[in-house]
């Protein structure tokens, strides 16, 4: 199992998030850290948790407890045995989450204004560069796998950026 999400955090539509948008989001029983952009940093572990859950329910932020750490080495999260990391960039955070000895992940930027099917094409010639020929199907649930041989894999885009994790073994 495994999960990403990317937040562009120089989108200009991006808004800024107050402690009553927080409210919206946080569950009774999330541990968080003070964190200048701590909505997205909330917002990005708790999706990433979702979709490494792999279920066919609506994203439900709120229902989906979290306890956030921060340490030396960056900031981790962690709900119901499921770890993550979030990767904190000038342009960009990513929540990745799963067991990340296992997982790799790539990020795209661009200016494709139709990402649902743009990210799709750029991680086909992803893996085409690593010599790979696959192409991006879905499960009984219609999430995203990588075929042939149905193996999952985690899709987030966001702005200009788009992102997916995948087990190291596809490569």
Known sequence: MLGIDIVDLKDPTFKERNSRSLDLIQNEEDSI??????????????????????????????????????????????????????????????????DLDQIDFHVFEDSNENWGEGVRFMIINYFRDYGCDYHIGSDELNLPTIEPDQIEISISHHGRFGAVAFPKSLL
């Open 33 to 98: 850290i003070d964190h200048p952009n701590l909505f997205w940093v909330l917002w990005s572990a708790k999706e990433a948790v979702f979709k490494c859950k792999r279920e066919p329910l609506n994203f439900a932020p709120k229902k989906i407890p979290i306890t956030i750490s921060q340490e030396n080495d960056g900031i981790s999260f962690a709900s119901e045995g499921i770890k993550g990391q979030i990767l904190e960039k000038d342009d960009y955070m990513l929540a990745i989450c799963g």
